[in-house]
């Protein structure tokens, strides 16, 4: 990430970036996708790919390379999983100490033993985490902690460096939209950030549509556009088992309204049926993300069934964490006990029928060739 160091003006000394060599991360085409929804070219910018697994890094990065620019011993999160994931490997590669606040039982156990494992003093509160990063707040108020979450400038300085990544793909031309995970929405407004700037270099002569998708239990951007068009947000309580996403009074939700405004993109919120399925059909791709990951594909079913994304546009979905980061939802999905009957509205809802063709359970055979060629017969593809 940091070979595109002139355009992050945030350290007086380059020798003070802490970096576990993230970015540059891989653009897949997906040729099964594009197929089924008739539109010639939908690709993948893999952001967990990264060290820690998740988009996080990026903006870690150089955030937490200012932090120790400037002498601070503690650094500090609160999180839903990946951002305390990243900032503790960050810390520890930097020799900083780190706080990490999270919402007890709202996590998922990949993410928080990543935590655990770099070191930081990790602490579960009985409450959300919008509660979370308020009592974070009153903390760094009262000591010398730097606070690490996206409302650090620095850290969008970070996360707007896909975009330059995705331009330099196309050859420096940019896809016709950019569909993205909406939770605290800190990273659309960095990738919208990050076009922007380029435009105003000459780099790239326009800007992709920018689209935020949300999680129908914590939607309160959608909601918002549904109602004024991003004018006002009412906070929501948010409840999805997309864990990176589940926050209901996002932080960034001014700086992301004007992207999508900006750019002549959508909000959106998709269900946790839809998320289940856009997740494995990803995974049919060879392609393994995080729940959060998934709902850009939701929503470009539905941006793409109401027309507004034409079969002659390219599309980039942005995945902002590896399967490995939630791997019991995966289980889950795959052993039929991840979603209730209301979800996929009945045994015989079209959706139901779409998990049932996408499960791929564990088969319990006998040790025999004849058994498991048995087994093999009737699988598709």
């Known amino acids: 990430m940091w070979r595109f160091r002139e355009l992050l003006p945030i350290l007086e000394s380059f020798g003070n970036a802490v970096t576990l060599r993230e970015g540059n991360t891989p653009l897949y085409h997906l040729p099964r996708i594009s197929k089924a929804l008739g539109v010639d ?24 390379s200012v932090a120790k620019e400037r002498g601070f011993e503690w650094v500090a999160c609160a999180s839903t999983g990946n951002t305390s994931a990243a900032m503790a490997a960050y810390a520890a590669r930097a020799g900083l100490k780190s706080l990490v606040l999270i919402p007890e039982g709202k996590i998922a156990w990949g993410k928080l033993s990543q935590a655990m494992d770099y070191g930081a003093v990790t602490c579960q509160l009985p409450v959300d985490f919008d509660r979370c990063l308020n009592v974070l707040t009153e903390i760094v108020l009262q000591a010398p902690i730097y606070l690490l979450n996206s409302v650090n400038p620095y850290r969008l300085e970070g996360q707007k460096t896909p975009a330059f990544e995705i331009a330099e793909a196309f050859d420096w031309n940019v896809p016709d939209h950019l569909i993205v995970p909406g939770g605290n929405l800190g990273n659309s407004s960095a990738l919208g950030k990050g076009f922007r700037e380029m435009k105003e270099l000459g780099m790239i002569a326009r800007m992709p549509r920018i689209s935020v998708i949300q999680a129908a239990g914590a939607n309160p951007l959608a909601q918002s556009f549904a109602r004024d068009n991003g004018a006002t947000l009412e906070p929501v309580e948010a409840n999805t088992r997309a864990t990176a996403i589940r926050i209901g009074n996002p932080a960034s939700w001014r700086k992301a309204a004007r992207v999508i405004q900006e750019t002549g993109g959508w909000c959106l919120d998709v269900s946790e049926a839809e998320i289940a399925v856009a997740k494995a059909e990803i995974g049919a791709e060879g392609l ?26 390219t599309v980039v979905l942005l995945l902002t964490g590896h399967t490995l980061k939630d791997a019991d939802y995966t289980i889950d999905f795959h052993r039929g006990t991840l979603l209730s009957e209301a979800e996929t509205g009945g045994g015989n809802s079209a959706i139901a029928g779409e998990i049932a063709r996408l499960r791929r359970n564990a088969i319990a055979v006998e040790a025999t060739p004849k058994a498991i060629l048995k087994a093999m017969k009737g699988v598709t593809a």
């Open 41 to 64: 070219q939908v690709f993948a910018k893999h952001q967990g790919m990264n060290p820690t697994g998740s988009f996080k890094d990026t903006g870690m990065t150089a955030a937490l």
């Open 288 to 313: 393994g993300c995080e729940p959060a990951s998934a709902v850009t594909l939701a929503g470009l079913k539905k941006l793409r069934a109401d027309g507004k994304i034409g079969a002659s546009e």
